[in-house]
């Protein structure tokens, strides 16, 4: 079953798209495991029904996957925008949970992304990792954020970007670009890596992805950290082919039993 439309958010103060695919043997009574499933930079919350198989994968799992919209804020509570991160954290498994028979319980509880839905899957697990048990990330972007930021070039990035995407930047993080403590995520990996509670995570990219080197090196600093972190490379580039094989292996590695 996929459910299409708009809820109206009072944190966003406006209606924002939503998708939710339910199993089809969805039955009253019953309380399912959930995962949020983040889009990219250029999506929007029917992205991941339209082009994988993740309808397949909710009647296999027994899963309702529950897609928002966020623009394109980088999964942050913008400094000149709308504060997605607390929408997204916050608001929206409280609509979710009563509108469907979804379980509160942090195991059975994940959160997915793609590029910078897969910065916004981890932000989101390591900022409350006492809400979220797992998390799945595909060529993610931002990984380095503060770093990035620090180091921008104006020029060379609008060359590269177009000026709309470094607009969108200073709408996220200011004008000067600055990095909070919140928005770095190896920040926030550092900050509980010590704490018994913490995210179970699967993380991926394609060999010939434009994001592959950093991916690569989120991993090794993540090896230095006390977590449950598995990354994988297979041939593959930053698109849904790629994505969709990423999803099918993040959620055997999650719900395997």
């Known amino acids: 079953?996929?459910?299409r439309g708009n809820v109206f958010s009072k944190i966003l103060e406006m209606e924002t798209g939503?998708?939710?695919v339910i199993p089809n043997t969805f039955k009253e009574g019953n309380l399912?495991?959930?995962a949020y499933v983040l889009h990219g930079l250029c999506g929007n919350n029917g992205n991941w029904t339209d082009n994988s198989m993740l309808p397949v994968y909710a009647n296999e799992y027994n899963t309702i996957f529950v897609m928002p919209e966020v623009a394109r804020s980088f999964y942050t509570d913008m400094k000149y925008g709308q504060k997605f991160f607390s929408y997204i954290t916050e608001e929206l498994p409280q609509i979710c949970k009563s509108v469907f028979h979804i379980s509160a319980k942090r195991e059975d509880t994940a959160i997915i992304g793609g590029s910078m839905g897969g910065y916004g899957?981890?932000?989101c697990a390591l900022s409350k990792p006492e809400q979220y048990g797992y998390c799945c990330a595909f060529a993610s972007a931002c990984l380095f954020l503060k770093e990035g930021l620090e180091s921008q070039d104006v020029k060379k990035f609008k060359d590269v970007y177009g000026e709309r995407l470094f607009n969108d930047f200073q709408s996220a993080f200011g004008e000067n670009l600055e990095c909070k403590f919140s928005d770095d995520l190896l920040s926030l990996a550092k900050n509980i890596h010590d704490e018994p509670i913490k995210p179970k995570i699967y993380s991926a990219c394609g060999?010939?992805?434009f994001l592959r080197e950093e991916n690569k090196r989120f991993n090794e600093e993540m090896k230095k950290l006390n977590f449950q972190f598995t990354?994988?490379?297979w041939t593959g580039n930053h698109n849904f082919y790629f994505f969709d094989e990423a999803l099918k292996r993040g959620l055997e590695f999650l719900y395997k039993k």
Do not use: F, G, H, P
Request: negative net charge; hydrophobic residues 45%.
């Open 1 to 3: 079953m996929i459910l």
């Open 121 to 123: 899957a981890l932000k």
């Open 18 to 20: 939503i998708t939710v």
């Open 207 to 209: 060999t010939e992805d």
């Open 32 to 34: 399912y495991q959930v």
């Open 231 to 233: 990354y994988e490379e």
